[in-house]
Antibody, heavy 116, light 110 residues
């Protein structure tokens, strides 16, 4: 079972860009999709997007204009950038491994707060 | 894309069975056998319980089962136990090559 660990700033100012990285260990980053999912406090899961190890991306249409996901296979990491953030982007952000359109492994999640 | 529709809450007594529904459209739940279910305890990451509509990952109790009819998928938990109290989310692949989740259902074991 692969392990995933999110890292990045816990506090981001409004209008700035949220940046997170997910380190993958215990398995290969190849041949899978890697996803970001968020959960606002007290709310449900919100799928942000995923990236295939080759770099091909698909994003949630509601976030497509502000989101970018990239992968660095040499470092077994993938990253999320979300621009022009507002308080509505405050959430726990999970990175995850996706196989056959199923989220099979999850990181522990990291709370990112958008506030000045 | 709108979230899949789940009841906000369900409850049952220990030993009973409960079913949680997940309603989508022919563009997601009804169109593909890529429906999955996740269990989330407070403060924890979700855990995969069912994938491919009705398949259980290794280590998941046989008490958890999944099914689908038309645009509605269902998760059934039999022999309810206190440890089953959690939030449950369904997920589905869509015809836009995206994933989407249901709004979540809070299961209370009375």
């Amino acid at each position: 079972q692969v392990q995933l660990q999110e890292s990045g700033p816990e506090l981001v100012k409004p209008s700035e860009t949220l940046s997170l990285t997910c380190a993958v260990s215990g398995g290969s980053i190849s041949n899978y999709y890697w996803s970001w999912i968020r959960q606002s406090p007290g709310k449900g899961l919100d799928w942000i997007g995923y990236i295939y190890y080759t770099g091909r991306t698909t994003y949630n249409p509601s976030l497509r204009s502000r989101v970018s996901i990239s992968v660095d296979t040499s470092k077994s990491k993938f990253s999320l950038k979300l621009s022009s953030v507002t308080a509505a982007d405050t959430a726990v952000y999970f990175c995850a491994r996706c196989d056959d359109y199923v989220i099979k492994d999850w990181g522990q999640g990291t709370l990112v707060t958008v506030s000045s | 894309q709108s979230a899949l529709t789940q009841p906000a809450s369900v409850s049952g007594s220990p030993g009973q069975s409960i079913t949680i529904s997940c309603t989508g459209t022919s563009s997601d739940v009804g169109g593909y056998n890529y429906v999955s279910w996740y269990q989330q305890h407070p403060g924890k990451a979700p855990k995969l319980m069912i994938y491919g509509v009705s398949n259980r990952p290794s280590g998941v109790s046989y008490r958890f089962s999944g099914s689908k009819s038309g645009n509605t998928a269902s998760l059934t938990i039999s022999g309810l136990q206190a440890e089953d109290e959690a939030d449950y989310y369904c997920g589905s692949y869509t015809n836009s090559n995206t994933l989407m989740f249901g709004g979540g259902t809070k299961l209370t074991v009375l």
